[in-house]
């Protein structure tokens, strides 16, 4: 009897301190669901990434020593737009000007794949 009463208690005590970590828990879980699902959570991790965003762009712009085009610069491209629309032009190319031609234009196509893998988060056709 005694003997019984004995496991009895060790049972109840065993069993209230589950009850008490199973209530701590199902706590944690409800604070940290309760932060997921807030409407402004999104609002705050873009804004995280932005800021991060911005601070790798700062550093990459300071290590390349990046600069914006002088206006010397942006005239000299506008005036050199219509050279391009000419087909005599691309006749005059020489052999390592259209390999370079050929490997910008790869290069602008694949990052234009790549952006487009990125917005349909698939890599060939759209999940259905």
């Known amino acids: ?5 004995k496991l009895v208690a060790t049972g109840q005590k065993i ?4 009850i008490i970590a199973a209530k701590k828990s199902c706590e944690k879980i409800k ?30 712009w300071i290590q390349e020593r990046l600069r ?8 000299y491209t506008y005036r050199e737009i219509p050279k391009y629309t000419n087909i005599s032009y691309f006749y005059s190319l020489s052999q ?3 390999i370079q031609l050929g ?13 487009e893998i990125i917005g349909r ?3 060939v056709g759209y999940k259905i």
């Open 1 to 5: 009897m005694e003997r019984t009463a």
């Open 15 to 18: 069993f209230k301190t589950l």
């Open 31 to 60: 604070t940290s669901s309760n932060v997921f699902y807030q409407p402004n959570n999104y609002r705050v991790s873009l804004e995280y990434n932005v800021q991060v965003a911005k601070e790798l762009i700062k550093q990459v």
């Open 68 to 75: 914006p085009p002088s206006v010397a610069e942006i005239k």
């Open 96 to 98: 390592k000007e259209w």
């Open 103 to 115: 490997i910008f234009s790869l290069q602008v196509y694949g990052f234009f794949k790549i952006g």
């Open 121 to 123: 988060r698939h890599i």
